[in-house]
């Protein structure tokens, strides 16, 4: 069965404060591997997507990393506006193909 | 803005009623997800229309059911609600049917339903 797992759940930094969040994965045969931002009561702001182990992507202060069996969102010199819930998805070949499996979250307080 | 519209925002209504959620897919989108959000169970797969014919089927109740119409737009049927039915429900699109490209999904500002 298709698993994601997220921690910390919650996460409280010092503005400028670097540090990573991790989602852990268990997939069979992985299509995608997403990354979301979801503000209280908003629906999930998409960030990034992530193919394949080795693979790197980055947005302004994130960056995505992915391995074969996690990845990592990596947060430098974090602002109080990155305050937010961060969301991990997998897509994977088997099963319900296209439907997304989301982590519980990581819940990122960042203070100024 | 994703580009998704959902409607209505705010939904409140009373056990063993029906409601139906609506929502459009960004310009160009030909898949439809929706999702459930409950405190304790995070984002639930429910269903999945792609071009207007059902995909794949997740966590869905015998309950509730959808459609994607011929203008891509979608709807949600809650019926014989329950108090645990309560929670956002989201819809998502994207380019792609679920294969190898265009699988980014962008979701919508949801429903918040409440069943008192």
């Known amino acids: 069965e298709d698993q994601v797992t997220q921690s910390p759940e919650a996460l409280r930094l010092q503005e400028g404060e670097s540090s990573s969040l991790n989602c852990s994965y268990t997939?069979?045969?992985?299509?995608?591997l997403f990354w979301y931002r979801q503000d209280p009561g908003k629906g999930p702001e998409f960030l990034f997507t992530l193919y394949s182990a080795g693979e790197e992507k980055e947005k302004e202060r994130l960056k995505a990393t992915l391995t074969k069996k996690e990845s990592f969102l990596h947060i430098t010199a974090p602002k109080p506006e990155d305050s937010a819930t961060y969301l991990c998805?997998?897509?994977?070949?088997?099963?319900?193909?296209?439907?997304?499996?989301f982590g519980k979250g990581t819940k990122l307080s960042v203070k100024p | 803005d994703s580009g998704v519209t959902q409607t209505p925002k705010h939904l409140i209504t009373a056990t063993g009623q029906r409601v139906t959620l609506r929502c459009s897919p960004r310009?160009?989108?030909?898949?439809v997800y929706w999702y459930q959000q409950s405190l304790d169970q995070g984002l639930q797969f429910l269903i999945h229309?792609?071009?207007?014919?059902?995909?794949a089927k997740g966590n869905i109740l015998e309950r509730f059911s959808a459609q994607q119409f011929p203008d891509l737009h979608s709807e949600l049927n809650l019926s014989s609600l329950e108090l645990g039915d309560s929670a956002l429900y989201f819809c998502?699109?994207?380019?792609?049917?679920?294969?190898?490209?265009?699988?980014?999904?962008?979701f919508g500002p949801g429903t918040r339903l409440t069943v008192l």
């Open positions: 997939v069979s045969g992985l299509r995608g």
């Open positions: 998805a997998v897509q994977g070949r088997g099963g319900s193909q296209g439907n997304l499996i």
């Open positions: 229309y792609y071009n207007g014919e059902e995909r």
């Open positions: 310009s160009g989108d030909l898949s």
């Open positions: 998502a699109s994207s380019r792609g049917a679920g294969g190898l490209f265009y699988n980014e999904q962008f």
